[in-house]
Protein backbone atom coordinates (compact mmCIF):
# COMPACT_ATOMS: atom_id res chain seq x y z
CA UNK A 1 0.00 0.00 0.00
CA UNK A 2 1.02 3.52 -0.47
CA UNK A 3 0.36 6.68 0.95
CA UNK A 4 0.71 10.41 0.34
CA UNK A 5 1.25 13.84 2.52
CA UNK A 6 1.21 17.17 1.30
CA UNK A 7 2.20 19.02 4.51
CA UNK A 8 0.70 22.21 4.09
CA UNK A 9 -3.12 22.65 2.85
CA UNK A 10 -2.35 26.20 1.83
CA UNK A 11 0.29 28.47 0.77
CA UNK A 12 -0.24 32.52 0.49
CA UNK A 13 3.11 34.05 -1.06
CA UNK A 14 3.29 37.42 -2.92
CA UNK A 15 4.07 37.40 -6.14
CA UNK A 16 7.92 37.28 -7.57
CA UNK A 17 8.59 35.08 -4.20
CA UNK A 18 9.97 31.85 -3.83
CA UNK A 19 7.42 28.59 -2.96
CA UNK A 20 8.17 25.19 -2.34
CA UNK A 21 5.21 22.86 -1.54
CA UNK A 22 5.99 20.11 0.48
CA UNK A 23 4.86 15.78 -0.60
CA UNK A 24 6.27 13.24 1.22
CA UNK A 25 5.39 9.24 0.39
CA UNK A 26 5.24 6.07 1.84
CA UNK A 27 5.53 2.91 -0.69
CA UNK A 28 6.83 -0.44 0.39
CA UNK A 29 8.20 -0.91 -3.88
CA UNK A 30 9.33 1.87 -6.41
CA UNK A 31 7.30 4.29 -7.04
CA UNK A 32 6.62 6.66 -9.92
CA UNK A 33 6.10 10.15 -8.77
CA UNK A 34 3.56 12.61 -10.44
CA UNK A 35 2.72 17.00 -9.38
CA UNK A 36 -0.86 17.92 -11.17
CA UNK A 37 -1.99 21.58 -11.18
CA UNK A 38 -5.87 21.91 -10.61
CA UNK A 39 -6.99 25.23 -11.51
CA UNK A 40 -10.62 26.35 -10.59
CA UNK A 41 -13.51 24.18 -11.98
CA UNK A 42 -11.32 22.17 -14.36
CA UNK A 43 -9.62 18.88 -14.13
CA UNK A 44 -6.02 17.88 -13.32
CA UNK A 45 -3.26 18.45 -15.61
CA UNK A 46 0.09 17.20 -15.67
CA UNK A 47 2.80 19.59 -14.57
CA UNK A 48 5.74 16.88 -13.92
CA UNK A 49 6.98 13.48 -13.19
CA UNK A 50 9.72 11.62 -12.20
CA UNK A 51 9.83 7.98 -13.28
CA UNK A 52 13.64 7.44 -13.36
CA UNK A 53 17.29 9.14 -13.82
CA UNK A 54 18.18 12.35 -13.09
CA UNK A 55 16.41 13.13 -9.42
CA UNK A 56 15.92 16.59 -10.52
CA UNK A 57 12.69 17.25 -12.91
CA UNK A 58 11.55 20.77 -14.79
CA UNK A 59 8.28 21.78 -16.27
CA UNK A 60 7.28 23.83 -18.94
CA UNK A 61 6.72 26.92 -16.70
CA UNK A 62 9.29 26.92 -14.38
CA UNK A 63 8.46 24.68 -11.71
CA UNK A 64 10.79 21.61 -10.22
CA UNK A 65 10.67 18.88 -7.67
CA UNK A 66 13.36 16.99 -6.78
CA UNK A 67 13.22 12.68 -6.18
CA UNK A 68 14.76 12.16 -2.51
CA UNK A 69 14.45 8.48 -2.04
CA UNK A 70 16.20 8.42 1.65
CA UNK A 71 13.58 11.35 2.85
CA UNK A 72 10.96 9.81 0.70
CA UNK A 73 9.86 13.26 -0.67
CA UNK A 74 9.20 14.89 -3.94
CA UNK A 75 9.08 18.45 -2.77
CA UNK A 76 7.65 21.41 -5.92
CA UNK A 77 9.75 24.48 -6.08
CA UNK A 78 9.05 27.62 -8.17
CA UNK A 79 12.00 30.24 -7.20
CA UNK A 80 9.56 32.82 -8.41
CA UNK A 81 5.76 32.91 -9.03
CA UNK A 82 3.25 34.45 -10.89
CA UNK A 83 -0.71 35.22 -9.92
CA UNK A 84 -0.88 32.45 -12.87
CA UNK A 85 0.40 30.01 -10.50
CA UNK A 86 -2.86 30.54 -8.68
CA UNK A 87 -3.69 26.91 -8.17
CA UNK A 88 -4.27 23.65 -6.41
CA UNK A 89 -1.22 21.61 -6.72
CA UNK A 90 -1.51 17.62 -5.93
CA UNK A 91 1.10 14.81 -5.57
CA UNK A 92 0.52 11.35 -6.94
CA UNK A 93 2.55 8.09 -6.83
CA UNK A 94 1.32 4.88 -8.60
CA UNK A 95 3.79 1.48 -8.37
CA UNK A 96 6.76 1.38 -10.32
CA UNK A 97 6.07 -2.38 -11.54
CA UNK A 98 3.50 -1.30 -14.00
CA UNK A 99 1.32 -4.09 -15.36
CA UNK A 100 -2.33 -3.47 -13.22
CA UNK A 101 -0.52 -0.72 -11.40
CA UNK A 102 -0.79 1.60 -14.13
CA UNK A 103 -3.02 3.67 -14.61
CA UNK A 104 -3.62 3.44 -10.42
CA UNK A 105 -2.48 6.97 -8.83
CA UNK A 106 -2.38 7.45 -5.06
CA UNK A 107 -2.86 11.34 -4.32
CA UNK A 108 -2.16 12.98 -1.71
CA UNK A 109 -4.71 15.66 -0.07
CA UNK A 110 -3.90 18.74 -2.43
CA UNK A 111 -1.89 22.15 -1.38
CA UNK A 112 -4.07 25.12 -2.74
CA UNK A 113 -1.22 28.02 -3.59
CA UNK A 114 -2.52 31.40 -3.51
CA UNK A 115 -0.11 34.56 -4.72
CA UNK A 116 -0.84 37.79 -3.96
CA UNK A 117 -0.15 40.86 -5.56
CA UNK B 1 -8.07 16.31 -29.98
CA UNK B 2 -10.55 15.80 -27.43
CA UNK B 3 -8.82 13.59 -24.96
CA UNK B 4 -10.55 12.49 -22.14
CA UNK B 5 -14.36 13.39 -22.38
CA UNK B 6 -17.08 13.51 -19.54
CA UNK B 7 -20.87 14.23 -19.39
CA UNK B 8 -22.69 15.75 -17.86
CA UNK B 9 -20.82 18.36 -16.41
CA UNK B 10 -23.44 19.05 -13.52
CA UNK B 11 -25.87 16.72 -12.31
CA UNK B 12 -27.95 16.89 -9.23
CA UNK B 13 -29.94 13.50 -8.26
CA UNK B 14 -32.54 12.60 -5.58
CA UNK B 15 -31.89 9.90 -3.12
CA UNK B 16 -31.82 6.35 -4.31
CA UNK B 17 -32.08 7.69 -8.45
CA UNK B 18 -29.72 5.55 -10.82
CA UNK B 19 -27.19 6.89 -13.19
CA UNK B 20 -24.39 6.51 -15.08
CA UNK B 21 -21.47 9.26 -15.48
CA UNK B 22 -19.68 8.95 -18.43
CA UNK B 23 -16.12 8.96 -20.12
CA UNK B 24 -14.33 8.58 -23.16
CA UNK B 25 -10.82 8.72 -24.08
CA UNK B 26 -9.71 9.07 -27.79
CA UNK B 27 -5.85 8.45 -27.43
CA UNK B 28 -6.14 4.49 -27.61
CA UNK B 29 -5.08 4.52 -23.60
CA UNK B 30 -5.35 1.17 -22.15
CA UNK B 31 -6.03 1.72 -18.90
CA UNK B 32 -8.89 3.88 -17.89
CA UNK B 33 -9.85 5.22 -13.59
CA UNK B 34 -12.48 6.67 -12.12
CA UNK B 35 -12.01 9.01 -9.11
CA UNK B 36 -13.78 11.01 -6.95
CA UNK B 37 -12.76 14.48 -5.28
CA UNK B 38 -13.83 15.19 -1.85
CA UNK B 39 -12.56 18.59 0.09
CA UNK B 40 -9.31 17.85 2.13
CA UNK B 41 -9.25 14.39 0.52
CA UNK B 42 -7.62 14.96 -2.36
CA UNK B 43 -8.74 11.94 -4.91
CA UNK B 44 -9.85 8.42 -4.42
CA UNK B 45 -9.84 5.67 -6.54
CA UNK B 46 -13.30 4.58 -7.36
CA UNK B 47 -12.49 1.80 -10.53
CA UNK B 48 -10.20 1.36 -12.48
CA UNK B 49 -9.36 -0.80 -15.73
CA UNK B 50 -6.74 -1.95 -17.55
CA UNK B 51 -8.11 -3.08 -20.61
CA UNK B 52 -11.41 -3.66 -22.85
CA UNK B 53 -13.38 -6.49 -20.82
CA UNK B 54 -10.89 -6.03 -17.11
CA UNK B 55 -12.13 -3.88 -14.15
CA UNK B 56 -11.06 -4.02 -10.41
CA UNK B 57 -11.76 -2.31 -7.59
CA UNK B 58 -9.96 0.72 -5.96
CA UNK B 59 -10.03 2.37 -2.36
CA UNK B 60 -13.68 3.34 -2.50
CA UNK B 61 -15.79 1.17 -4.72
CA UNK B 62 -18.77 1.06 -2.61
CA UNK B 63 -22.03 1.80 -4.54
CA UNK B 64 -20.57 2.28 -7.71
CA UNK B 65 -20.07 -0.37 -11.36
CA UNK B 66 -18.32 -0.12 -14.01
CA UNK B 67 -17.35 -1.72 -17.13
CA UNK B 68 -15.04 -1.70 -20.32
CA UNK B 69 -16.74 -3.04 -23.58
CA UNK B 70 -14.66 -0.73 -25.37
CA UNK B 71 -11.15 0.59 -25.17
CA UNK B 72 -12.54 4.29 -25.66
CA UNK B 73 -15.67 4.20 -23.39
CA UNK B 74 -15.55 3.62 -18.88
CA UNK B 75 -19.32 4.52 -17.43
CA UNK B 76 -19.27 4.61 -14.20
CA UNK B 77 -22.79 3.43 -12.58
CA UNK B 78 -24.21 4.29 -9.39
CA UNK B 79 -26.39 1.98 -8.13
CA UNK B 80 -28.96 3.75 -5.88
CA UNK B 81 -27.53 7.76 -4.77
CA UNK B 82 -26.60 8.98 -1.65
CA UNK B 83 -26.09 12.02 -0.11
CA UNK B 84 -22.06 10.34 1.15
CA UNK B 85 -22.14 10.44 -3.18
CA UNK B 86 -21.82 14.25 -3.57
CA UNK B 87 -18.40 14.77 -4.79
CA UNK B 88 -17.01 15.75 -7.99
CA UNK B 89 -15.41 12.82 -10.33
CA UNK B 90 -12.75 12.35 -12.60
CA UNK B 91 -12.17 10.18 -14.92
CA UNK B 92 -8.51 9.82 -16.42
CA UNK B 93 -6.72 7.88 -18.81
CA UNK B 94 -3.02 6.56 -19.18
CA UNK B 95 -0.96 4.66 -21.77
CA UNK B 96 1.52 1.77 -21.38
CA UNK B 97 4.28 3.98 -20.72
CA UNK B 98 2.88 5.53 -17.24
CA UNK B 99 4.01 8.69 -18.06
CA UNK B 100 0.76 10.36 -16.30
CA UNK B 101 -2.62 10.05 -16.51
CA UNK B 102 -4.86 12.50 -18.62
CA UNK B 103 -7.82 13.93 -16.66
CA UNK B 104 -11.20 14.92 -18.18
CA UNK B 105 -12.92 18.25 -16.87
CA UNK B 106 -15.20 16.36 -14.00
CA UNK B 107 -18.54 15.58 -13.21
CA UNK B 108 -20.08 17.53 -10.17
CA UNK B 109 -22.91 15.48 -8.65
CA UNK B 110 -24.93 16.71 -5.98
CA UNK B 111 -27.54 14.36 -4.24
CA UNK B 112 -29.99 15.20 -2.06
Known amino acids: AQSVTQLDSQVPVFEEAPVELRCNYSSSVSVYLFWYVQYPNQGLQLLLKYLSGSTLVESINGFEAEFNKSQTSFHLRKPSVHISDTAEYFC???????????????FGQGTILTVHP | NAGVTQTPKFQVLKTGQSMTLQCAQD?????MSWYRQDPGMGLRLIHY???????DQGEVPNGYNVSRSTTEDFPLRLLSAAPSQTSVYFC???????????FGQGTRLTVV
Open chain 2, 27 to 31: MNHEY
Open chain 2, 49 to 55: SVGAGIT
Open chain 1, 92 to 106: AVSDEAGGTSYGKLT
Open chain 2, 92 to 102: ASSGRRNTGAF
